[in-house]
């Protein structure tokens, strides 16, 4: 049913419009309701202009039109005339109530302007009346006016001559009340006069006694305003009073700012008497520190004991920093904004009028006033930034974010009172330098964690009952200390969650100086510099980088057993930077820019530079810790090489100790290594591989068949048998860089160690049974060690290598029996 009545009235609305555009089309109207400025058309068959002939237009259409096409054009023309017709009725009827309403209007209006046609008159006739009775008292009063006129200036010469003679008294009577405004307006008054006549006798008199009363109140005036007990409004009619009383304007201000000046340094010197306490309590308070931070701290607590200890101990010496501050800002700063307030409604925002308008006395007062605010502002920000200093601990670290926030804020008063101040600007340095400045003490404290956790590692590894490898291995069964790790990867996971959770736990911290309540936070000078360079950048980027360089220092230290650094410690970390620079280090990154909503508008340090500089660590940590393992393996071997007599040797019936102990250790190491890495990949192994037997010559089978003819007066054809197998062998490199597997690193270590075996032994000389011992012990070595390289043939190499030297060296080259060599082997 709505919807109907909608369409209805549509369809009215739109009836109404085409009714009221047609009538317009008819009498030549625009949308306005006036006629187009258009050129009349002079042709006489437009019916629609004003030219139009009938005759003629009819001559056309016969001429032009048949008959139908003309009965047409007559059915269309009577169908227009009669719609034009019934919107002009239609017209009519709805506008009758305004056509009967204007016509009441106008007959109403002609009555009302009969009766206002009738007052007119009226009021005509009595302007006529008085103006004819005015005219008859002015020429009654006419020759009184020039005499009336003159007494009326004597009379007025006499009240000046009674307010000069009575001014003296005027002014003592002001002067007992406190009148001063009132004195000083009266003195105003006459003081040209009394210039102006100060020759004649009697007005010098009255000219000298109101100096001399001028002076007096000059005198109180200058009092009160020394004192500055008053309210601000008084003290603003006192300058005003005075610079009417030509007191010097710049004296003025300096005595306005010097009284300030010695108010607000009695807050300054309050304020530094809280920053510097007394010696003894000083004393005591650092050693109280220092008995607690070497009393012992837990692995994993950020050292410099704890912050609330220390707080607790430090409570009776100082105010914390939050109530330094709020005391700074509800004295010095509070009190110099009323200064700053009470001066400027003074000197600069005071209207000056008459004589003072044209001293510029506004511009000279606000140029005092800025020196006067800096000066004292640089004192205050001093005595801040020393409190600030001395906030040292890495503990709580919401009340120096309050503090700084608090002074912050107070701060944008003074910058509304005194636009152009350079005030705010310094404090916000302050604020940015103290977050800084907290940065950097959270990475010292991140450093010093790290380096307090190596510690606490590097005594796990040196328990001895704790194990290393994991297991039952080498030195008996493993019993690892109460809460501690009994493994590397324990060792390795503890040790990196603990860094990652230090690391949440600053990030935590730092966060707090870009909180949405803090004002600075969210200021552009602040937060995209923090967030990028301070955050990122100057403590994240940092310690990632500290992690690096403080690991692959231990790669630095001297001696054949790498110095004092265990060879675990030294795998535990080339792990750690391995994992940091597969998952860690994007993942801290990540975490940072996400929750300080890092902009990288500036210049940062990619993930990827810091990843290199990972693996750059792990790869030299572990080549290091290779080395270090290959050359304690060596040292066993050299010292029983050059510790025995090879020439008078007895018989071998068993393997040496020192390379059942080799064996042991490298089993120990293996074991160790794959706690931490991968396997890798190995060649393909043969079948014989434990039972492969040496040659007395260099590593190669062939000359096997030479070893019964060998003779001490042949060894120019067996080294060039020799050295000729060597050009066609692959170069073994013995201290090339390792990967990141278990393999790799154990291939590394057993090429040291066997490289150093063969160098000793081309250093001696063997008899018979020195030779046979060296087949003993490279045959045990190979049915043990090719187990742990990724090519067994590089250790067939290299022992082969070893025997054909010993044997080259040997006196009596008679090889034992391969059979015996097994036996013997087995039996050890």
Not at 300 to 321: V, Y
Not at 624 to 632: A, D, F, T, W
Request: a neutral charge; glycine letters at 6%.
């Amino acid at each position: 049913m709505d919807t109907e009545v909608d369409g209805s009235v549509g369809d009215d609305a739109s009836k109404k419009r085409k009714v009221h555009g047609m009538l317009k089309l008819y009498y030549g109207l625009n949308d306005e309701g006036k006629a187009p400025e258009l050129a009349e058309s002079l042709d006489p068959c437009d019916i629609n202009g004003p030219h139009f002939d009938p005759e003629l237009y009819l001559n056309k259409l016969r001429r032009e039109c048949s008959l139908g096409e003309l009965m047409d054009h007559e059915t269309c023309m009577v169908k227009q005339i009669r719609s034009l017709d019934s919107d002009m009725q239609t017209l009519v009827y709805e506008n009758y109530n305004k056509f009967i309403s204007a016509t009441d209007t106008i007959r109403k209006m002609k009555n009302d302007f009969k009766k206002m046609e009738d007052e007119m008159d009226c009021l005509s006739a009595n302007m006529a009346a008085i103006t004819e009775f005015s005219a008859r008292i002015s020429g009654t009063l006419q020759d009184q006016h020039v005499q009336i006129t003159k007494l009326s200036g004597v009379h007025t010469l006499l009240r000046k001559l009674q307010f000069l003679f009575e001014l003296p008294a005027r002014l003592n009577k002001c002067l007992e009340l406190q009148a001063y405004a009132q004195a000083v307006n009266s003195h105003r008054r006459a003081r040209c006069v009394l210039q102006q006549y100060s020759h004649l006798p009697s007005f010098k008199g009255i000219q000298d006694d109101c100096h001399a009363i001028m002076d007096k109140l000059a005198q109180e005036l200058r009092q009160k305003f020394r004192d500055g007990g008053t309210s601000s409004k008084d003290l603003s009619e006192c300058v005003e009073l005075l610079l009417q009383l030509d007191e010097p304007a710049e004296e003025l201000c300096d005595k306005f700012l010097g009284h300030a000046r010695s108010r607000l340094e009695s807050d300054l010197l309050g304020l530094e008497a809280e920053i510097t306490p007394d010696a003894p309590a000083v004393k005591d308070a650092s050693a109280a520190s220092a008995q607690k931070a070497s009393s012992g701290v837990a692995p994993g607590s950020p050292p410099g004991g704890s912050p609330k200890a220390l707080a607790s101990s430090a409570s009776s010496l100082k105010t914390d920093i939050l109530e330094f501050i709020d005391r700074g800002c509800n004295e010095f700063v509070s009190s110099l904004c009323l200064v700053i307030m009470s001066y400027q409604e003074l000197f600069i925002n005071h209207p000056q009028t008459g004589e003072l308008a044209t001293k510029n006395i506004p511009q000279m007062a606000n140029g005092k006033l800025q020196v006067f605010v800096d000066d004292l502002a640089a004192r205050y920000f001093s005595l801040v930034e020393r409190r600030i200093q001395e906030e040292k601990g890495v503990g709580d670290n919401s009340l120096l974010v309050r503090a700084l926030d608090r002074f912050h804020r107070r701060l944008q008063a003074v910058s509304k009172l005194l636009p152009g101040s350079s005030v705010p600007h310094r404090g916000t340095e302050i604020v940015i330098r103290a977050a800084n400045e907290r940065v950097k003490q959270y990475l010292s404290a991140l450093q010093s964690f790290y380096m307090d956790s190596l510690t606490d590692v590097r005594q796990a590894l040196a328990t001895p009952r704790l194990s290393v490898t994991g297991g039952s291995g080498v030195g008996g069964p493993a019993s690892g200390r109460d809460n501690n790790p009994s493994s590397l990867p324990e060792l390795l996971s503890s040790l990196s969650s603990s860094i990652l959770n230090q690391i949440k736990t600053v990030l935590a911290s730092v966060h707090l100086f870009t909180a949405k309540d803090i004002t600075f936070s969210n200021k552009p000078y602040f937060k995209g510099e923090f967030c990028s360079k301070g955050v990122r950048e100057s403590l994240v980027v940092s310690f990632i980088r500290f992690v690096c360089q403080s690991s692959r220092q231990f790669c630095e230290s001297a001696g054949d057993k790498g110095g004092s650094t265990p060879p675990a410690l030294l795998l535990l970390l080339s792990r750690l930077c391995l994992d940091y620079e597969t998952s860690a280090i994007s993942y801290i990154l990540t975490l940072t820019d996400e929750q300080f909503l890092v902009q990288h508008h500036s210049p940062v340090t990619p993930v990827t530079a810091l990843c290199a500089e990972a693996r750059e660590a792990a790869q030299k940590l572990l080549n290091h810790y290779v080395k270090v393992q290959g050359l304690i393996i060596s040292q066993m071997l050299r010292k029983s090489v050059e510790t025995r007599d090879w020439v008078n040797t007895i018989e071998p019936r068993n393997v040496r100790a020192v390379m059942k102990r080799v064996v042991e250790d490298t089993t120990s190491i293996d074991v160790q290594v794959g706690l931490l890495y991968e396997e890798g990949v190995r060649k393909a192994h043969s079948s014989d591989s434990s039972k492969r037997t040496f040659s007395v010559y260099s590593s190669s089978r062939q000359q096997a068949r030479y070893a019964a003819s060998y003779t001490p007066s042949a060894p120019m054809d067996t080294n060039l048998l020799s050295n000729i197998h060597k050009l066609f062998s692959e170069r073994i490199d013995i201290f090339s860089s390792v990967e990141f597997n278990k393999v790799s690193v154990m291939t590394g270590i057993i090429k040291i160690s066997l490289k150093t075996f063969l160098e000793c032994v081309r250093l001696r000389t063997f008899g018979r049974y020195g030779l046979q011992q060296i087949q003993v012990d490279c045959h045990y070595l190979q049915m043990y060690l090719w187990r742990f390289v990724s090519d067994e043939n590089l250790v067939h190499f290299l022992l082969d290598e070893i025997v054909g030297s010993s044997a080259h060296r040997c006196l009596d080259p008679a090889p034992m029996e391969q059979s015996v060599i097994e036996v013997i082997c087995e039996r050890g």
